[in-house]
C-alpha cells in the first residue's frame, strides 16, 4: 500500500472546481487515465485553504511499484505533459507515503472530511528504528485523543514517508511522517488548539528530536 502526494502551483485564472472549465477537462481526462491503471485504488483533489494558488493530488495505489507500473507507461509523459497545461512552473513536491488507514478517506475525502490538515513532521534522516516506533506510537495516541477529545475531529491517516525530503531551513534531506488529519472545519481545529486537552497532550507531536513541522490545510474533492 502506497499513497502519492503531489503539490503543484496552479496557473493565474485556474478553475479546478468547474468540470467543464478547461482545467476541469483536464482533470477529468487526468483521472479517466488513472483508473484505467493497475492497482489505482482511489484519487483526491484540492486547494490548500492558507493559499488557493496550491493544489494538491493524492492518489492510494496497491503498491508502491503500481504507480512505478504506471510511470514506466510509454503513454506516461503525454499524461505529465497534460497534467502540467495547468501548472504554473513545475510541480513543487511529489512523494509518497505509506498511510494507515489505507486509503485514507476517512481523513481527506470530502464527503467524510470537509478539511484535511496536512501536517508533515521532518526529523534527521540518521533517527534511529526506536525513536520512529516511539514517534509512530505517539501520532496514533493524540489521533485517539482527538477522536475522543476535539469536537469537529473527523478521522486520522498517518505515516512515514518512502522519499527523503527537503525543508526549507533544515540543512540536507530529511526523513518525514505524512499525517492527514480530517475536521469539520478550520475552526474546528483552531479551536482544538485553544483547549486544555491540546496543551496537555501537544508534546506527543512536538519531540526534541524533530527538524521542522509544517501545517496547512486542503478542502479535497474525492473522485
Not at 492510494?60 to 510511470?71: G, I, N, V, Y
Not at 488507514?101 to 501536517?119: D, F, N
Amino acid at each position: 500500500m502506497a499513497t502519492e502526494i503531489a503539490t503543484m502551483p496552479l496557473r493565474p485564472c485556474i478553475d479546478t472546481d468547474d468540470p467543464n472549465s478547461a482545467a476541469g477537462k483536464v482533470l477529468n481526462d487526468i483521472f479517466s487515465t488513472l483508473r484505467a491503471q493497475e492497482g489505482y485504488q482511489r484519487a483526491y483533489h484540492g486547494r490548500q485553504i492558507e493559499n488557493p494558488s496550491i493544489f494538491q493530488l493524492i492518489v492510494a495505489w496497491h503498491s508502491l511499484d503500481s504507480h512505478k507500473t504506471f510511470q514506466s507507461q510509454p503513454y506516461y509523459e503525454a499524461f505529465c505533459k497534460h497534467l502540467l497545461s495547468i501548472v504554473d512552473g513545475d510541480i513543487q513536491s511529489m512523494y509518497h507515503a505509506h498511510l494507515s488507514p489505507h486509503p485514507p478517506s476517512a481523513a481527506i475525502s470530502g464527503m467524510e472530511a470537509p478539511v484535511t490538515e496536512m501536517m508533515t513532521h521532518h526529523f534527521s534522516t540518521d533517527i534511529s528504528e526506536s525513536e520512529q516506533s516511539s514517534f509512530g506510537s505517539n501520532m496514533k495516541t493524540f489521533a485517539q485523543i482527538l477522536e475522543e477529545k476535539a469536537e469537529g475531529f473527523m478521522g486520522f491517516a498517518g505515516g512515514w514517508v518512502v522519499e527523503e525530503l527537503e525543508h526549507e531551513g533544515v540543512e540536507g534531506k530529511t526523513k518525514s511522517w505524512q499525517s492527514c488529519l480530517g475536521w469539520q472545519s478550520v475552526e474546528s481545529h483552531l479551536s482544538f488548539r485553544n483547549t486544555k486537552d491540546f496543551e496537555d497532550n501537544v508534546h506527543l507531536i512536538r519531540p526534541e528530536f524533530k527538524k521542522a513541522i509544517t501545517v496547512h490545510h486542503t478542502r479535497f474533492t474525492e473522485v
